[in-house]
């Protein structure tokens, strides 16, 4: 779900292009990143993209999108995936199951129905990661040389943290905005290549939002920007009836916390919010990390794809192709290797 900051968002957004963002280093939430593949790469009814029974819509992404990131735009990219989700975390999960089998079924009767426009409306909302969709996305990151991190908890904290602390890390990537929660200074959304499948309710360019500038702008600090977010609902909460965006922000205007709200709104929040504020102020997170650009293993990449998930030999040659292109041309597109 991600915590719903659009409202408080939009008037401080930066619209950007790729081309400014050439040579900048990102941490990159991965799970959300690969959820935004298999959502829309799907035929025309909504079917997902496989072969012999496997996804592989995720892997397109990463082979085509995510290294055009890199070889086109000298863009870097670190990838870090979800870690073990928190206790509190539980129920929005179950949350998104329910959601995801009602969809399914939705989806299931706009086909027989033969409106494949609803059908692929309801399918985007059935996706699911798997465990094995993960191992396939790691292993295919590996064969490229773009290396990935294994967050303790949730990427978004641990992005915010590279973000804050190395400062070889110019943003973070993420569609949602839980990363401005746990801190992070900066974030880019919608990092992405147009193409055939991309979702074309998204918009072209990606999207700066800078916290001070946030932060400044609504004359909060980050302590009632987390408040906010637990009033209007996070992963680890549901969101207080009857609160929108612009009755959050008055009531944190008018009482500065949690604790200083009407005690008709303190009556409705989560008994643990103390707790919940504490896994955004102090998140389990890694310092323990290494960042290793790698090479392309270009003969394991032919095999993996092509033999074993069923890609166009012309398809995948093509990226191998591009990928020794940029490796000619590093010094002009500022690359490390081929990266």
């Given at each position: 779900m991600g915590t719903k900051l659009g409202e408080l968002i939009k008037p401080i957004r930066e619209i950007t292009t790729l081309e400014a963002l050439q040579g900048r280093m990102f941490a990159v939430d991965a799970n959300n990143m690969l959820y935004q593949f298999i959502s829309i790469m799907r035929d025309q009814d909504g079917t997902p993209l496989q072969w012999d029974n496997r996804p592989t819509g995720h892997l397109i992404g990463i082979l085509n999108r995510t290294t055009r990131l890199i070889t086109d735009f000298g863009i870097k990219l670190v990838l870090v995936f979800d870690g073990i989700p928190h206790q509190l975390k539980h129920a929005e999960l179950e949350r998104r199951k329910q959601a995801k089998i009602k969809a399914e079924k939705a989806w299931i009767k706009a086909r027989e129905l033969g409106n494949r426009q609803i059908a692929f409306t309801k399918a985007v909302a059935t996706s699911r990661l798997t465990k094995n969709m993960i191992s396939d996305a790691?292993?295919?990151?590996?064969?490229?040389?773009?290396?990935?991190?294994?967050?303790?908890?949730?990427?978004?904290?641990?992005?915010?943290?590279?973000?804050?602390?190395?400062?070889?890390?110019?943003?973070?990537?993420?569609?949602?905005?839980?990363?401005?929660?746990?801190?992070?200074?900066?974030?880019?959304?919608?990092l992405s290549i147009s193409g055939k499948y991309r979702n074309i309710h998204s918009p072209s360019q990606p999207d700066i939002i800078e916290l001070p500038r946030l932060l400044a702008y609504h004359n909060i600090t980050r302590n009632q920007l987390i408040d906010f977010g637990i009033l209007l609902g996070t992963d680890f909460n549901e969101k207080v009836p009857r609160v929108g965006p612009k009755t959050g922000l008055r009531l944190i205007h008018d009482h500065n916390s949690l604790e200083e709200m009407p005690e008709k709104i303190r009556a409705q929040l989560p008994d643990n919010y103390e707790e919940i504020r504490q896994l955004f102020l102090q998140p389990k997170i890694t310092t323990e990390y290494t960042i290793d650009f790698g090479t392309i293993q270009e003969e394991e990449l032919v095999t993996f794809l092509c033999q074993k998930r069923g890609f166009a030999i012309n398809q995948v040659q093509s990226v191998i192709n591009r990928i020794k292109q940029a490796t000619t041309q590093k010094t002009q597109v500022g690359l490390e290797r081929w990266l």
């Open positions: 790691k292993y295919l990151l590996t064969l490229l040389g773009i290396p990935f991190i294994d967050a303790p908890q949730e990427a978004e904290a641990q992005t915010a943290f590279m973000v804050q602390t190395d400062n070889r890390f110019w943003g973070a990537n993420s569609h949602d905005y839980d990363s401005l929660l746990f801190g992070c200074p900066r974030q880019v959304r919608y």
